[in-house]
T-cell receptor, first 115, second 113 residues
Framework: EPEVTQTPSHQVTQMGQEVILRCVPI?????FYWYRQILGQKVEFLVS????????KSEIFDDQFSVERPDGSNFTLKIRSTKLEDSAMYFC?????????????FGNGTRLTVT | AQSVTQLGSHVSVSEGALVLLRCNYS??????LFWYVQYPNQGLQLLLK??????LVKGINGFEAEFKKSETSFHLTKPSAHMSDAAEYFC???????????FGTGTQLKVEL
């Protein structure tokens, strides 16, 4: 079964550094998402992306965050200047369409540690 | 705003015993509800979903959930726990017109011999 793949599985970075988290969504999916889970807390929506533009974003997704689909297969999340509180598990997801009949398929996540 | 609440951050059962993981929702419109499972070092995997129609929904790995509007609940059950069921389980509700999911805080299921 096709999978969403994320790299790296674990990223350690210093505060203030830029970090790029990479995702390869399922090939025929059109909608892409980033979620994050701070240790011990809920999985939170960050952003959704469709047709090469952001379709929705949460209040967490401020100017420090950006997303890009640089080619036909990758979907990236960039954090421009990382803060300690950005330490979390970041999940990429994709879906073929919108609505309840197009459930999200999640990747295994990238654990980001900001020191 | 739509939300879900999971009661019990940790649940422990014996192998072969009934599994019951609780989820209550808050929604002003008919909700679309989901259960996801996260095995160690893996991503979130869809277990089952409720959209419309039959209120008892069957999912993978022998799990099922019943949508009860009168109780605003969508509890997840499995008649007989297996060691391989040990994982974290998340209830979620579809929010808005797109595919944005709002998750509960998760319940860690431990299965003991």
């Amino acid at each position: 079964e096709p999978e969403v793949t994320q790299t790296p599985s674990h990223q350690v970075t210093q505060m203030g550094q830029e970090v790029i988290l990479r995702c390869v969504p399922i090939s025929n999916h059109l909608y892409f998402y980033w979620y994050r889970q701070i240790l011990g807390q809920k999985v939170e929506f960050l952003v959704s992306f469709y047709n090469n533009e952001i379709s929705e974003k949460s209040e967490i997704f401020d100017d420090q965050f950006s997303v890009e689909r640089p080619d036909g297969s990758n979907f990236t999340l960039k954090i421009r200047s990382t803060k300690l509180e950005d330490s979390a598990m970041y999940f990429c997801a994709s879906s073929p369409g919108q609505g309840y009949n197009s459930p999200l398929h999640f990747g295994n996540g990238t654990r980001l540690t900001v020191t | 705003a739509q939300s879900v609440t999971q009661l019990g951050s940790h649940v422990s059962v014996s192998e072969g015993a009934l599994v019951l993981l609780r989820c209550n929702y808050s929604s002003s419109v008919p909700p679309y509800l989901f259960w996801y499972v996260q095995y160690p070092n893996q991503g979130l995997q869809l277990l089952l979903k409720y959209t419309t129609g039959a209120t008892l929904v069957k999912g993978i790995n022998g799990f099922e959930a019943e949508f009860k509007k009168s109780e605003t609940s969508f509890h997840l059950t499995k008649p007989s726990a297996h060691m391989s069921d040990a994982a974290e389980y998340f209830c979620a509700v579809l929010t808005g017109g797109g595919n944005k999911l709002t998750f509960g805080t998760g319940t860690q299921l431990k299965v003991e011999l």
